[in-house]
């Protein structure tokens, strides 16, 4: 067995609305049907520019008892951030900047240069460019 690389990252949410808006204002992905939803899910996929769809999405209380254990916005355990690797450093920055979102840059950790925000749910969302 070979772990290949991450699939995808579910997020509950009580605010479908403004969690699809970050994701596609800060990070340009684009709202599709979740195939959940045929189980009673309400929510989406969210899917990068290749088509993969790596952020479910799902609103809090839509099924029974999923979710009903954790409380958004508060911390899900030992899970500290999500890091997506990308392209367009300066893009990136002024596409959030114009969005009036509030980030922290980290310039040359690692041979990265970062860029550090909160999605509405409480999560810390790192963006990792190649530095150079």
Same mark, same amino acid.
């Given at each position: 067995m070979a772990v290949k690389g991450l699939d995808h990252v579910n997020i509950l949410t009580e605010d479908l609305a403004a969690t699809? %808006?970050?994701?596609?204002? &800060?990070?340009?992905?684009?709202?599709g049907r979740s195939p959940a939803e045929q189980h009673g899910?309400? =929510?989406?996929?969210l899917?990068?520019?290749?088509?993969?769809?790596?952020?479910?999405?799902?609103?809090?209380?839509?099924?029974?008892?999923y979710g009903t254990d954790h409380r958004v916005g508060e911390p899900?355990? %030992?899970?500290?951030?999500? &890091?997506?690797?990308c392209e367009g450093f300066r893009e990136a920055q002024d596409?959030?900047?114009?969005? =009036?979102?509030?980030?922290?840059?980290?310039?040359?950790?690692?041979?990265?240069?970062?860029?550090m925000l909160t999605d509405p749910n409480g999560i810390t969302i790192e963006l990792n460019y190649p530095a150079g």
């Open positions: 699809i %808006a970050f994701y596609d204002g &800060a990070l340009g992905m684009k709202a899910y309400q =929510g989406t996929w899917y990068d520019e290749t088509g993969h769809p790596g952020v479910h999405v799902v609103v809090k209380g839509t099924l029974a008892n899900t355990g %030992a899970v500290h951030h999500v &890091a997506f690797r596409r959030i900047a114009a969005l =009036g979102m509030t980030m922290r840059v980290n310039d040359g950790i690692a041979g990265l240069r970062q860029i």
